[in-house]
C-alpha cells in the first residue's frame, strides 16, 4: 500500500524560506511520478510542482523561480524548497504520487500547513 507523508511545514515571515519533505512509503520513489499542490481557504486545490520519474521538472508559473522540487530516491523522499515566500503562498500544502510510470497523481497526503505572515 503506497503511502506519502509531508512534513516541514509552519509558520514565517514573508521573504523566508520552508523546506516540505515528503516521505514515500510502500513503492521505490524513482519509478514513479511525485509533486505538491496545495489548497488555500475558500480556493481549489491547485498544481504547484512535480518531477517526473525521469525527473523532469515542471511549476505553476505563481511558483517559477521561488519554489525547487527535488527527489531523493535513496531514501524514497521528495522535497519543495521554498523561498521568497510571499502571504499568497499560505495553504495547506500536498504530497501526492502517481502510479509507476504514469502521470495522474493518485496517492494523497494528508497535507501540512504553511502559513506566511505579511
Avoid at 16 to 29: D, I, N, P, V, Y
Avoid at 54 to 73: C, E, P
Wanted: glycine share 12%; proline share 3%.
Amino acid at each position: 500500500q503506497v503511502q506519502v507523508t509531508e512534513s516541514g511545514g509552519g509558520l514565517v515571515q514573508a521573504g523566508g524560506s520552508l523546506r516540505l519533505s515528503c516521505a514515500a512509503s510502500g513503492h521505490t520513489t524513482s519509478m514513479y511520478g511525485m509533486g505538491w499542490f496545495r489548497q488555500a481557504p475558500g480556493k481549489e486545490r491547485e498544481f504547484v510542482a512535480g518531477s517526473t520519474w525521469t525527473d523532469g521538472q515542471t511549476y505553476a508559473d505563481s511558483v517559477k523561480g521561488r519554489f525547487s522540487i527535488s527527489r531523493d530516491n535513496a531514501k524514497n523522499m521528495i522535497f519543495l524548497q521554498m523561498n521568497n515566500l510571499k502571504p499568497e503562498d499560505t495553504a495547506v500544502y500536498y504530497c501526492t504520487s502517481t502510479r509507476p510510470r504514469t502521470l495522474e497523481y493518485v496517492y494523497w497526503g494528508q497535507g501540512i500547513q504553511v502559513t506566511v505572515s505579511s
